[in-house]
C-alpha cells in the first residue's frame, strides 16, 4: 500500500507540474499574442500620410489618373495640386498653401518640372516625410531646368515646342511653351495608346519659358529622404540627367523603360514607388 500511495503521489506531483507547466506557457502564448495584436492595432491606428502630387509642364493633374486610383485602392489619402506653371519660386508658393491646409504627415510627389517645384515647397516643412521624383529634377541652389536638361545630350524636345509670345498686363512681353500637337506622343508619350495621346495633347497647359530658366533657390531633397523614379526612353529629360540628379541626392532609384510621361503608362509601378517611400517613413 505504501508503494501504491507513492506511486500515486508521484502522479499526482508529475500531472500538477505538466498542468502548471501548461497554464505557464499558456500564459506566455497569450501575452505574445496580445503584444503582436497591440502592436497591430497600434500599426492599423497609424493614418497613413497623404500624398501630394504635383504635376510638371505640358500636363494637369488628370495626368495623375491612374496613380490616384491605384494609391486608393491601397488606401491613402490623395491630392492632385494645380501647378500654374509659372515659375519655381511662386508655384512652390501655391503648393505650400496646399501642404500647409493638409494636416498631418505628407509625400509629396513632383513629375518633370514640378520636382523643381516640391524641391522648393516642401524645404522646411516637418510633415513632409518623403520626397518622389517621376522623371523629374531635382536642381541644386543656382540651377535651373534648361541647365539640367543640357548637362548631357538626348533631349529633342526643343524641336518639338510651339512657342507662343504676349503681352502683359504692364506691357512687357513673355512666351508660353506648348509641344506642337503633331509631335506630342512621340515626345511626350511615347508608350501611351495614340488616342489617349491626342486627349493629352489637346488638353496640355502650357509652361512659362522664364519658368525653365529660373534658378532655384533652395532643395529640400538635401535634408529629406528622396525616392526617384528614372524613365530611361525619356526625350524630355536625358536618362544620364536623371542618373546624375538622384544620385547626388542618395535618391532610392527605380529605372523604367519607359516614356516621360511614366505616370501616365506605368501607374501601378508609380503608385508602388510612392507606397515604398511612404512606408519606409513612417513614423
Known amino acids: 500500500m505504501a508503494t501504491t500511495g507513492g506511486r500515486k503521489r508521484v502522479v499526482t ?10 497554464a505557464v506557457g499558456a500564459v506566455a502564448l497569450s501575452g505574445t499574442a496580445s503584444a503582436e495584436s497591440s502592436r497591430a492595432d497600434a500599426t492599423a491606428r497609424t493614418p497613413k500620410p497623404t500624398i501630394v502630387l504635383e504635376h510638371g509642364a505640358f500636363a494637369d493633374g488628370s495626368s495623375w489618373n491612374g496613380v490616384i486610383s491605384d494609391l486608393r485602392k491601397r488606401g491613402y489619402p490623395v491630392v492632385a495640386a494645380a501647378n500654374p506653371l509659372r ?22 510627389v513632383g513629375h518633370s518640372y ?10 522646411g516643412d516637418p510633415q513632409v516625410k518623403a520626397l518622389v521624383y517621376v522623371a523629374a529634377f531635382l536642381p541644386a541652389p543656382g540651377e535651373s531646368a534648361l541647365e539640367l536638361t543640357n548637362k548631357y545630350p538626348g533631349s529633342t524636345l526643343p524641336d518639338a515646342l510651339d ?4 503681352q502683359q498686363g504692364d506691357g512687357t512681353t513673355a ?17 501611351v495608346p495614340a488616342g489617349q495621346a491626342a486627349l493629352m495633347a489637346a488638353a496640355q ?3 512659362a519659358q522664364s519658368a525653365l530658366e529660373e534658378k532655384a533657390t533652395t ?10 523614379v528614372i524613365t530611361t526612353e525619356d526625350l524630355n529629360i536625358p536618362a544620364a540627367a536623371q542618373r546624375f540628379m538622384a544620385k547626388r541626392a542618395h535618391a532610392h532609384t527605380t529605372e523604367v523603360a519607359a516614356s516621360h ?4 503608362s506605368h501607374p501601378h509601378l508609380v503608385a508602388g514607388v510612392i507606397e515604398r517611400a511612404a512606408r519606409a517613413t513612417a513614423h
Open 163 to 166: 512657342p507662343v509670345t504676349y
Open 175 to 191: 512666351t508660353d511653351l506648348y509641344i506642337r500637337q503633331d509631335k506630342f506622343r512621340h515626345q511626350f508619350v511615347a508608350d
Open 261 to 264: 510621361s511614366v505616370a501616365v
Open 87 to 108: 515659375g519655381p519660386a511662386s508655384d512652390a508658393a501655391a503648393l505650400r498653401t496646399v501642404l500647409d491646409h493638409i494636416k498631418g504627415p505628407k509625400v509629396v
Open 114 to 123: 514640378g520636382g523643381n517645384v516640391i524641391s522648393e515647397a516642401a524645404t
Open 219 to 228: 532643395a529640400a531633397w538635401k535634408t529629406t529622404p528622396s525616392w526617384d
Open 205 to 207: 497647359r502650357p509652361v
Open 13 to 22: 506531483g508529475v500531472c500538477a507540474a505538466v498542468t502548471a507547466g501548461l
